[in-house]
């Protein structure tokens, strides 16, 4: 591993308990990321609060007051650039970016959606899954694309469905594992372990488990 740490911003728009588990994993010694800056299109967040309290630079680009989508991402582009960020993070961030700056930063960002993608892509989608019927959902860390939701898919954690779960119940669980495998995605992209070939990544040194995942298990129906 290189001495040099990758430099990440994390863009940011609400509560940033995903922004802290980058946090808690980037203040290890060894981890090869540190975070330069968390920019928030919202004033005001606890995400912003997150950052400051970890002593990392934090600032709002309130994209209300700005008339289009360019000029707005321009500004972002400006505040990373001036930080010199290489590498960006989208954590809870619910702003659409423009072509041209998801462009810019083409292989060199990255997101987490609380789906199993490409299953159930854009908002309320924990209830979604659940409406759906289905037995299993998750989370995705994926590279960010034009289009929204989509990228090759780094990493996912799989989550039971409960027979009892609403919207909240079923976020709740998934969230335990976003801030297991975003801050595990980061750290593989900054040890330079992974790779992108047309729409699937490949990670050096991964052993894939082979067991089977079933939900009811058959042997409690027998
Ligand atoms: C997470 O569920 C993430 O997957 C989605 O937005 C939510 C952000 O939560 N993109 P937080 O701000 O990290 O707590």
Redesign the pocket.
């Known amino acids: 591993m290189s001495e040099r740490k990758l430099k990440v911003g994390v863009l ?1 728009s ?6 802290q588990a980058l946090i808690d994993a980037c203040a290890a010694p060894d981890h090869p990321a540190e975070i330069v800056l968390v920019l928030s299109n919202r004033p005001g967040v606890r ?1 912003l609060d997150r950052a400051e309290a970890a002593g990392i630079p934090a600032m709002a680009i309130d994209h209300k007051l700005y008339a289009d989508r360019a000029t707005f991402d321009a500004d972002m582009q400006k505040a990373l650039d001036e930080a010199g960020v290489e590498f960006i993070c989208l ?2 961030f619910m702003r659409l970016l423009t072509p041209e700056f998801v462009e810019h930063w083409s292989g060199r960002m990255i ?4 789906s199993l993608l490409p299953s159930f892509k854009g908002l309320n989608v924990q209830q979604r899954a659940i409406d759906a019927g289905a037995r299993f959902s998750g ?1 995705t860390v994926h590279y960010v694309t034009p289009e929204m939701d989509v990228g090759p898919i780094i990493q996912q954690a799989v989550v039971p469905i409960h027979q009892n779960d609403t919207g909240d119940t079923l ?1 709740a669980r ?2 335990v594992q ?1 801030h297991r495998i975003y801050p595990a995605s980061l750290r593989w992209i900054a040890e330079r372990r992974v790779r992108i070939e047309g729409e699937r990544v490949f990670l050096d040194g991964a052993t894939p488990p082979d067991a089977a995942l079933l939900n009811p298990a058959p042997e409690q129906a027998d």
């Not at 609400?14 to 922004?19: F, I, P, R």
């Not at 997101?111 to 609380?114: E, G, L, Q, V």
């Open positions: 940011v609400g509560s940033g308990s995903n922004l995400a954590a809870g997101n987490i959606h609380p989370c976020a998934i969230l976003e």
